[in-house]
């Protein structure tokens, strides 16, 4: 990866540096990860780590142990990793590699080091964030590369890095990009991906399929407790709670989508996809929407997966693959999948607002006086080895 701008005209002053208070800037982006190949022992490692995050099984640490050790690990590993090697390619890793192709194409906008990271797998966070502390970078913006928020995606990539930046830099100042499930920008690059792939096409049906999750996390993120699922409504009706509310912000990026394209809600369908079982998940289910669909008439689809900027397993074999043949099977004529924001341009147009905006911040804060609390100065100390 070439994390600096190729090119870009020699400042006279270094414009990396937050100049009131002398600390470098970096751009941390961070994925969900993927195992180092196909081989079901390396496919074992990644689920271990995956699934036994806190919060992706949430259940006590012995239980969570128990659950992976004696009905995940012994049986999925081998399934999952025959599921990789369908979409594996001669360099690795499509999620991998996506998204160090979207660094590079973010670093040749931006005159600050930008670096890549998973939440699970290599490169670590640690890594990451290790890096960019030994060339220099005091003042770091970390994106999530998920639009919505959710315990088990937005949430830990969040917490995993402030933890591991108070033990490798603990100088370091840490900005993490909220989530931008409704922003403009956002909107108008799915909106543009879409376009390229349904031009021309007549589709009955547009499916929004999103990752799912227990509907335990979106209770959990209710501070009232009486809420979210408890009506039919709850995600339609403003309320505090849909500002950590998985499925509420799922419904408008679709809501968002559907007015930016002009589609009516007739033509547009959400569900959700990659569920466990043991308990109730959000519903309703993609698979079982493709199976229903061509027996209520809807013989044509296209796809998208707007949870995921990056192709992915889920993506690539549960999506385009299986789910086509699901629909299929069932009747349907017509399955057209569009890939996610991948290296698209439109999508490098967000990163690169994330990254002006959160350095005209620090230009406020700077014109303002330096009314930041924060007093970290560019010697500090390098990374932890």
Request: with cysteine; aromatic share 8%.
């Given at each position: 990866?070439?994390?600096?701008?190729?090119?870009?005209?020699?400042?006279?002053?270094?414009?990396?540096?937050?100049?009131?208070?002398?600390?470098?800037?970096?751009?941390?982006?961070?994925?969900?990860?993927?195992?180092?190949?196909?081989?079901?022992?390396?496919?074992?490692?990644?689920?271990?780590?995956?699934?036994?995050?806190?919060?992706?099984?949430?259940?006590?640490?012995?239980?969570?142990?128990?659950?992976?050790?004696?009905?995940?690990?012994?049986?999925?590993?081998?399934?999952?990793?025959?599921?990789?090697?369908?979409?594996?390619?001669?360099?690795?890793?499509?999620?991998?590699?996506?998204?160090?192709?979207?660094?590079?194409?973010?670093?040749?906008?931006?005159?600050v080091p930008v670096a890549v990271a998973m939440r699970y797998g290599?490169?670590?966070?640690?890594?990451?964030?290790?890096?960019?502390?030994?060339?220099?970078?005091?003042?770091?913006?970390?994106?999530?590369?998920?639009?919505?928020?959710?315990?088990?995606?937005?949430?830990?990539?969040?917490?995993?890095?402030?933890?591991?930046?108070?033990?490798?830099?603990?100088?370091?100042?840490?900005?993490?990009?909220?989530?931008?499930?409704?922003?403009?920008?956002?909107?108008?690059?799915?909106?543009?991906?879409?376009?390229?792939?349904?031009?021309?096409?007549?589709?009955?049906?547009?499916?929004?399929?999103?990752?799912?999750?227990?509907?335990?996390?979106?209770?959990?993120?209710?501070?009232?407790?009486?809420?979210?699922?408890?009506?039919?409504?709850?995600?339609?009706?403003?309320?505090?709670?849909?500002?950590?509310?998985?499925?509420?912000?799922?419904?408008?990026?679709?809501?968002?989508?559907?007015?930016?394209?002009?589609?009516?809600?007739?033509?547009?369908?959400?569900?959700?996809?990659?569920?466990?079982?043991?308990?109730?998940?959000?519903?309703?289910?993609?698979?079982?929407?493709?199976?229903?669909?061509?027996?209520?008439?809807?013989?044509?689809?296209?796809?998208?997966?707007?949870?995921?900027?990056?192709?992915?397993?889920?993506?690539?074999?549960?999506?385009?693959?299986?789910?086509?043949?699901?629909?299929?099977?069932?009747?349907?004529?017509?399955?057209?999948?569009?890939?996610?924001?991948?290296?698209?341009?439109?999508?490098?147009?967000?990163?690169?607002?994330?990254?002006?905006?959160?350095?005209?911040?620090?230009?406020?804060?700077?014109?303002?006086?330096?009314?930041?609390?924060?007093?970290?100065?560019?010697?500090?100390?390098?990374?932890?080895?």
């Amino acid at each position: 990866m070439t994390p600096d701008a190729p090119g870009a005209p020699t400042p006279t002053k270094d414009s990396t540096m937050d100049h009131e208070h002398g600390r470098k800037q970096g751009v941390l982006l961070i994925n969900l990860g993927s195992p180092n190949s196909t081989d079901v022992e390396d496919v074992r490692a990644y689920l271990r780590e995956f699934l036994g995050d806190e919060r992706v099984i949430d259940v006590p640490a012995p239980v969570r142990a128990a659950v992976l050790e004696l009905f995940i690990l012994p049986f999925r590993p081998k399934r999952s990793a025959e599921a990789y090697e369908k979409i594996w390619t001669d360099d690795g890793s499509p999620l991998v590699l996506s998204t160090y192709a979207v660094a590079d194409k973010l670093a040749d906008r931006v005159d600050v080091p930008v670096a890549v990271a998973m939440r699970y797998g290599d490169p670590s966070i640690a890594e990451g964030l290790r890096g960019l502390a030994n060339r220099g970078v005091r003042d770091l913006l970390v994106v999530p590369l998920y639009p919505q928020y959710a315990q088990s995606s937005y949430e830990t990539v969040a917490a995993k890095a402030l933890e591991v930046a108070r033990e490798i830099a603990p100088r370091m100042r840490v900005t993490i990009q909220p989530p931008f499930y409704s922003a403009p920008d956002y909107i108008e690059a799915l909106h543009t991906v879409a376009s390229e792939h349904l031009e021309g096409v007549d589709y009955d049906v547009l499916l929004h399929s999103y990752h799912g999750i227990p509907e335990r996390h979106i209770r959990k993120g209710d501070p009232s407790g009486t809420y979210c699922l408890n009506y039919q409504s709850c995600c339609e009706r403003p309320h505090p709670a849909q500002s950590m509310c998985y499925r509420h912000q799922c419904y408008e990026t679709t809501r968002l989508f559907a007015e930016r394209a002009g589609i009516p809600s007739s033509k547009l369908r959400v569900s959700f996809q990659s569920r466990l079982a043991g308990e109730p998940w959000l519903t309703p289910y993609t698979d079982k929407e493709l199976e229903r669909f061509p027996t209520d008439g809807i013989k044509r689809i296209a796809v998208m997966c707007p949870a995921f900027v990056s192709d992915c397993l889920e993506t690539l074999e549960e999506i385009a693959m299986e789910g086509r043949e699901e629909f299929m099977d069932a009747g349907g004529k017509e399955f057209v999948y569009i890939p996610c924001l991948n290296e698209h341009d439109a999508w490098i147009d967000v990163l690169e607002r994330f990254v002006r905006d959160f350095r005209a911040t620090r230009e406020l804060v700077a014109l303002d006086g330096g009314a930041s609390a924060d007093a970290h100065d560019a010697h500090d100390e390098p990374a932890a080895q």
